[in-house]
């Protein structure tokens, strides 16, 4: 499974910006999909999720209501709309891919199996 994120940049605060994640490969019977971010000098956190068979979403509290991730199945991508950026959402965000996956991993990093490289989104004061 090889997975291919884009879509960051350099924004101010309350800017929005979707983050894309294209997925290929094995991704037959993925059980979800995610998005997860590391600011610097900090661990790797849990951001949003997406059980792929029913759609059902989850969300880090610090992000819930100002990003939502979706799907694509025509496309095997994965988005994250994110809105009312703040200069803490700072961090490469990766996508990841969970063949499988739990339900009460799914906001954890061992949760999934493969990792993409990771896109840096940079929100300016």
């Known amino acids: 499974v090889q997975l291919q994120a884009s879509g960051g940049g350099l924004v101010q605060a309350g800017d929005s910006l979707r983050l894309s994640c294209a997925a290929s490969?094995?991704?037959?019977?993925?059980?979800?999909m995610g998005w997860f971010r590391q600011a610097p000098g900090k661990e790797r956190d849990f951001v949003a999720a997406?059980?792929?068979?029913?759609?059902?979403?989850y969300y880090a509290d610090a992000v819930k209501g100002r990003f939502t991730i979706s799907r694509d199945n025509s496309k095997n991508t994965v988005y994250l709309q994110m809105n009312s950026l703040k200069p803490e959402d700072t961090a490469v965000y990766y996508c990841?891919?969970?063949?499988?996956?739990?339900?009460?991993?799914?906001?954890?990093?061992?949760?999934?199996?493969?990792w993409g490289q990771g896109t840096l989104v940079t929100v300016s004061s």
């Open positions: 990841a891919v969970g063949i499988s996956t739990i339900l009460s991993e799914v906001g954890a990093s061992r949760g999934y199996n493969y």
């Open positions: 490969g094995r991704t037959f019977g993925r059980r979800a």
């Open positions: 997406i059980w792929w068979s029913a759609g059902s979403t």
